[in-house]
Each structure stands twice: as structure tokens, then as C-alpha cells.
């Protein structure tokens, strides 16, 4: 199912493609979350939970998960999801795809659940099944095991035996199914496995917990690039950007961090109306201490 050296190779190209994203990309999101997280502290806690979303929801936008909605009504949900599943996913983060079997469901199942409500209007959609993206995008950022399952990778990963698979809306036990099957094809193919092993270790210093989901997810995402006609490494060079629509698209996004912390600031009554304009006005005048106030207010939320 997976050439070895066709993974290194278009590994490189992922790697310059999500380098675009700079700073909203996989690898810096992959690196955080290994930082942070230990025997006692995890990405989703009480403590992390705010810098987790602020991270989350900046590679989310850019990767258009929302479609076909707004972002905003989107991720708003999606934060008090992430508060939901905090503790099902600290009991999930250490497993890995290799051992899925071993994942205990009931917690797969509030995740999956969860997350699926974000897209149907008040949870009462008649639909069959939830949208498979709305779920697995965010999960392979947030624990790495599953792929997105884009509509990309579904058109090209060879599992179509499974019936619904190519459809855009899953049922949990497909998703499950499809899981297996993939824990299965690594756990026989030991040389692919000692592969992405070796990748974690050289991109991310450690072998500890390995990003399986989210390396067989870019081997079919990248395969399609290829087939678009973009044929060589060299195609997928970091593209020339104006710098001032680079800067303009990158100041968006750190606006949109900053309301989203004063909302939830003002709606937890951590700070005054006059208070948040004048956080507000303070990010538009002094450029060069937003992240100096940022942290300040990340330190407020988690007090």
C-alpha cells in the first residue's frame, strides 16, 4: 500500500508545502504538543487548553475545515467540544494506530460524537452518519493516529472494500473498521513501521509517540499533488509571497487569536468591557509587544 521511498520523498514535499503555513503548520503543532505533554500534562487540560485552541484554530482556518460553514460558528462549537473530551483524550493520547485495538472505545466513541456535532445545527441533523473531516482534521492534530480522511486521501488510499468509505459522511463503526485495518497493515509491515519511527525521531527528537495517522494521511494528500501535474521536488519550493500580503494574512490571524482569548476573557468576567478595549487598542498600537500581551492574557484564562 505504501512505497518506502516514495514516503521519503514526498515527505520532503510535504514538509515545503506545509511550510507555506508558517506559522500555522503540522510540524510546529506536532512540536508543541510533544513539549507539553508528560505523565501529569496534556495539550486539552485546564492548563493548556486556551494556547491548544489559539494553535488549533489557526491551522484550522487555513485548512478550510469549516467548509461549508463559517469558521467562527464552526470553532466556537468546537471549543466547547475540546473542553468535553478533555479527559477521553487524555486517556487515548498514548496510544498509538499500532495498538488500536487496545484504545479503549467508549472514549473513541465521546470524541467521535463530540466532534460530529460541531457541523450539524443543534445536533438533530437526520444525515447518516456525522462528517468524517468535521472529526478526524482536528484529531489528527490533536493525537495523530487517524488521517483526515479528506476527500483526497479517501479517493486514494486503497480501502474502498469498505462500504461508504469514499462517502463524506461516516458512521463510528466504519471509522473503526477502517482503523483496524490500518493498525493491521502497519503491524505487518515492520519495515514501514521502523520507517515512520525513524521520521518521528529526526523531525521531532523522539520515537515516543509517532504521528502514524498523519504520516499515511500526507502519502496520499501529496500523491494527489503529484498528479495535478506539479511532477518534481522542485515545483514545490516555498512560492514567492508579497510580503505585505504574507504580513496582512499573518497579522489576520494573530487579531483573531487576540478576540478569541478577550471573548473568552469578558464571558468568564476575568476582565471589564473598558478592559478589553483597551487590550485591544494596545495590540493595534505596540506591534511589538503582542506577544508579551498575549501570554499576559493567556496567563489571566488559566488563573
Same mark, same amino acid.
Given at each position: 500500500?505504501?512505497?518506502?521511498?516514495?514516503?521519503?520523498?514526498?515527505?520532503?514535499?510535504?514538509?515545503?508545502?506545509?511550510?507555506?503555513?508558517?506559522?500555522?503548520?503540522?510540524?510546529?503543532?506536532?512540536?508543541?504538543?510533544? @513539549? /507539553?505533554?508528560? %505523565? &501529569?500534562?496534556? $495539550?486539552?487540560?485546564? =492548563?493548556?487548553?486556551?494556547?491548544?485552541? !489559539?494553535?488549533?484554530? +489557526?491551522?484550522?482556518?487555513?485548512?478550510?475545515?469549516?467548509?461549508?460553514?463559517?469558521?467562527?460558528?464552526?470553532?466556537?462549537?468546537?471549543?466547547?467540544?475540546?473542553?468535553?473530551?478533555?479527559?477521553?483524550?487524555?486517556?487515548?493520547?498514548?496510544?498509538?494506530?499500532?495498538?488500536?485495538? @487496545? /484504545?479503549?472505545? %467508549? &472514549?473513541?466513541? $465521546?470524541?467521535?460524537? =463530540?466532534?460530529?456535532?460541531?457541523?450539524? !445545527?443543534?445536533?438533530? +441533523?437526520?444525515?447518516?452518519?456525522?462528517?468524517?473531516?468535521?472529526?478526524?482534521?482536528?484529531?489528527?492534530?490533536?493525537?495523530?493516529?487517524?488521517?483526515?480522511?479528506?476527500?483526497?486521501?479517501?479517493?486514494?488510499?486503497?480501502?474502498?472494500?469498505?462500504?461508504?468509505?469514499?462517502?463524506?459522511?461516516?458512521?463510528?463503526?466504519?471509522?473503526?473498521?477502517?482503523?483496524? =485495518?490500518?493498525?493491521?497493515?502497519?503491524?505487518?509491515?515492520?519495515?514501514?513501521?521502523?520507517?515512520?519511527?525513524?521520521?518521528?525521531?529526526?523531525?521531532?527528537?523522539?520515537?515516543?509517540?509517532?504521528?502514524?495517522?498523519?504520516?499515511?494521511?500526507?502519502?496520499?494528500?501529496?500523491?494527489?499533488?503529484?498528479?495535478?501535474?506539479?511532477?518534481?521536488?522542485?515545483?514545490?519550493?516555498?512560492?514567492?509571497?508579497?510580503?505585505?500580503?504574507?504580513? =496582512?494574512?499573518?497579522?489576520?490571524?494573530?487579531?483573531?487569536?487576540?478576540?478569541?482569548?478577550?471573548?473568552?476573557?469578558?464571558?468568564?468576567?476575568?476582565?471589564?468591557?473598558?478592559?478589553?478595549?483597551?487590550?485591544?487598542?494596545?495590540?493595534?498600537?505596540?506591534?511589538?509587544?503582542?506577544?508579551?500581551?498575549?501570554?499576559?492574557?493567556?496567563?489571566?484564562?488559566?488563573?
Amino acid at each position: 500500500m505504501i512505497d518506502i521511498q516514495k514516503f521519503g520523498r514526498r515527505y520532503r514535499i510535504f514538509e515545503r508545502l506545509d511550510s507555506k503555513n508558517y506559522p500555522h503548520t503540522f510540524q510546529r503543532f506536532w512540536s508543541y504538543k510533544l @513539549k /507539553v505533554e508528560n %505523565k &501529569d500534562s496534556h $495539550i486539552l487540560d485546564r =492548563e493548556n487548553r486556551a494556547r491548544t485552541l !489559539q494553535k488549533l484554530g +489557526s491551522i484550522l482556518k487555513i485548512w478550510q475545515w469549516n467548509r461549508p460553514y463559517e469558521f467562527d460558528y464552526c470553532f466556537q462549537k468546537m471549543e466547547k467540544s475540546i473542553e468535553k473530551i478533555s479527559d477521553s483524550y487524555n486517556r487515548i493520547r498514548n496510544f498509538s494506530l499500532i495498538e488500536f485495538d @487496545k /484504545v479503549p472505545e %467508549k &472514549d473513541l466513541k $465521546i470524541i467521535w460524537y =463530540e466532534f460530529g456535532k460541531i457541523k450539524d !445545527q443543534d445536533n438533530t +441533523s437526520n444525515f447518516y452518519g456525522e462528517l468524517v473531516m468535521t472529526i478526524t482534521k482536528p484529531l489528527m492534530f490533536l493525537w495523530g493516529q487517524t488521517p483526515a480522511f479528506d476527500s483526497v486521501v479517501r479517493a486514494k488510499m486503497p480501502l474502498l472494500n469498505h462500504q461508504g468509505f469514499n462517502n463524506t459522511r461516516w458512521e463510528f463503526s466504519l471509522w473503526l473498521r477502517v482503523m483496524k =485495518e490500518l493498525q493491521n497493515y502497519l503491524n505487518d509491515n515492520a519495515e514501514l513501521t521502523i520507517t515512520f519511527r525513524k521520521k518521528s525521531q529526526e523531525k521531532y527528537g523522539t520515537n515516543r509517540i509517532v504521528p502514524f495517522g498523519q504520516f499515511l494521511d500526507l502519502y496520499y494528500w501529496t500523491e494527489n499533488r503529484l498528479d495535478t501535474g506539479l511532477k518534481t521536488e522542485d515545483d514545490f519550493g516555498v512560492e514567492k509571497k508579497q510580503k505585505i500580503g504574507f504580513e =496582512e494574512e499573518k497579522r489576520q490571524e494573530e487579531y483573531h487569536n487576540l478576540v478569541s482569548l478577550l471573548n473568552k476573557l469578558r464571558s468568564a468576567g476575568k476582565i471589564s468591557a473598558v478592559e478589553r478595549r483597551d487590550y485591544e487598542k494596545n495590540w493595534r498600537n505596540q506591534p511589538n509587544n503582542r506577544d508579551l500581551l498575549m501570554k499576559e492574557l493567556e496567563r489571566k484564562l488559566s488563573n
